[in-house]
């Protein structure tokens, strides 16, 4: 249990973003803001609504920008081939967590015990993807406490479209501003996945 909680910890990442007041831009182009109810219309559109419902702490919407084979171990175990760090992690998530299916850590009533039920009930109903964001939305509620910061969003494609994969491959930018005013900036690589004519996220460092 202890390793899973580890992992969880690593996992939260500070990628920051708000629902008022972002700009996006693409090849130096501004892009209007998006709305949470069409996240996966476009590469850009799905990194775009992931960061600001992120740190507008909507979890509904969060999870529609990740691909639905996060969720699937064979596909994990592709996309880990290909170099995907989430997928590893999700596969050594899985892991553990069948691991701890066998073995139980500690007795019913146990603090230990309870938070793995809870963990295994998220898992079983919704996914090992949705599991983990569902802890990094919780974690970034307290780290912030609910207030969300400002934050412009830049995205560039990096790399030419892997058309026999439906793979696309961009680099983002965030620029953070908290309510001290200070000002922080995170680079992340992204890999989009277009799937029955949406786009969904299948790597990015969280």
């Given at each position: 249990m202890k390793k899973i909680l580890n992992f969880l910890k690593i996992s939260i990442i500070c990628l920051l973003c708000v629902l008022i007041g972002f700009v996006v831009k693409s090849g130096g182009t501004t892009i209007s803001k998006y709305m949470f109810n069409s996240p996966n219309l476009s590469k850009e559109d799905v990194i775009v609504n992931y960061i600001n419902a992120l740190y507008s702490f909507d979890a509904n919407v969060v999870k529609k920008c990740f691909s639905?084979?996060?969720?699937?171990?064979?596909?994990?175990?592709?996309?880990?081939?290909?170099?995907?760090?989430?997928?590893?992690?999700?596969?050594?998530?899985?892991?553990?967590?069948?691991?701890?299916?066998?073995?139980?850590?500690?007795?019913?009533?146990?603090?230990?015990?309870?938070?793995?039920?809870?963990?295994?009930?998220?898992?079983?109903?919704?996914?090992?993807?949705?599991?983990?964001?569902?802890?990094?939305?919780?974690?970034?509620?307290?780290?912030?406490?609910?207030?969300?910061?400002d934050i412009d969003v830049e995205t560039e494609t990096t790399s030419k479209y892997d058309e026999k994969n439906k793979l696309d491959f961009l680099k983002v930018r965030f620029k953070l501003t908290d309510d001290n005013k200070e000002t922080y900036v995170e680079d992340r690589e992204v890999v989009v996945q277009k799937k029955d004519g949406k786009y969904y996220i299948v790597d990015i460092y969280i």
């Amino acid at each position: 249990m202890k390793k899973i909680l580890n992992f969880l910890k690593i996992s939260i990442i500070c990628l920051l973003c708000v629902l008022i007041g972002f700009v996006v831009k693409s090849g130096g182009t501004t892009i209007s803001k998006y709305m949470f109810n069409s996240p996966n219309l476009s590469k850009e559109d799905v990194i775009v609504n992931y960061i600001n419902a992120l740190y507008s702490f909507d979890a509904n919407v969060v999870k529609k920008c990740f691909s639905p084979d996060l969720n699937n171990i064979n596909e994990l175990q592709y996309f880990k081939a290909r170099g995907n760090s989430l997928a590893r992690e999700l596969i050594e998530l899985n892991s553990n967590y069948e691991y701890y299916k066998k073995n139980p850590p500690g007795e019913p009533g146990d603090e230990k015990y309870e938070e793995f039920m809870k963990m295994s009930s998220i898992i079983e109903s919704e996914g090992l993807i949705n599991y983990v964001l569902d802890e990094k939305i919780t974690n970034l509620k307290e780290l912030y406490s609910n207030k969300k910061p400002d934050i412009d969003v830049e995205t560039e494609t990096t790399s030419k479209y892997d058309e026999k994969n439906k793979l696309d491959f961009l680099k983002v930018r965030f620029k953070l501003t908290d309510d001290n005013k200070e000002t922080y900036v995170e680079d992340r690589e992204v890999v989009v996945q277009k799937k029955d004519g949406k786009y969904y996220i299948v790597d990015i460092y969280i």
